[in-house]
Nanobody
Framework: QVQVVESGGGLVQAGGSLRLSCAASGSLFSIYTMTWYRQAPGKQRELVSTITRGGSTNYADSVKGRFTISKDNAKNTVYLQMDSLKPEDTAVYYC???????????????WGQGTQVTISS
C-alpha cells in the first residue's frame, strides 16, 4: 500500500511564502502523476497544480504565477512552493498520487491526510 504524507503547512501572513512537501512511498513514484488539491471551509475540493511523470505542469488560474510545483524522483517527493500568499489561499491542501493503468490493473489514486494552510490578512 502506498502511503502519501504531506507536510509544510502552517500560518503565515499575506504576502508570505510556504513550501509544501508530499512524500509517497514505494518504487513507482517516478511514473505517478502528482496533484495538489485544496479545500476551503464550506467549499468543494479544487485542483491547484499537477505535475506529470514527464514533468509537465499545470496550475489553477487562481495560483498561476504564484505557486510552483516540482518533484524529486530520487526522494519520492513533490513540492508546492507558494509565494505571494493571499487569505483566499487558506485551505487544507491534499496531495494525490495517481498510479497509471498497469498490466491490466486500472489507474489508482492515493491520497494524503492533508495539511492546513492559513493565511492571515
Amino acid at each position: 500500500q502506498v502511503q502519501v504524507v504531506e507536510s509544510g503547512g502552517g500560518l503565515v501572513q499575506a504576502g508570505g511564502s510556504l513550501r509544501l512537501s508530499c512524500a509517497a512511498s514505494g518504487s513507482l513514484f517516478s511514473i505517478y502523476t502528482m496533484t495538489w488539491y485544496r479545500q476551503a471551509p464550506g467549499k468543494q475540493r479544487e485542483l491547484v497544480s499537477t505535475i506529470t511523470r514527464g514533468g509537465s505542469t499545470n496550475y489553477a488560474d487562481s495560483v498561476k504565477g504564484r505557486f510552483t510545483i516540482s518533484k524529486d524522483n530520487a526522494k519520492n517527493t513533490v513540492y508546492l512552493q507558494m509565494d505571494s500568499l493571499k487569505p483566499e489561499d487558506t485551505a487544507v491542501y491534499y496531495c494525490n498520487a495517481r498510479r497509471p493503468k498497469l498490466l491490466g490493473s486500472p489507474a489508482y489514486d492515493y491520497w494524503g491526510q492533508g495539511t492546513q494552510v492559513t493565511i492571515s490578512s
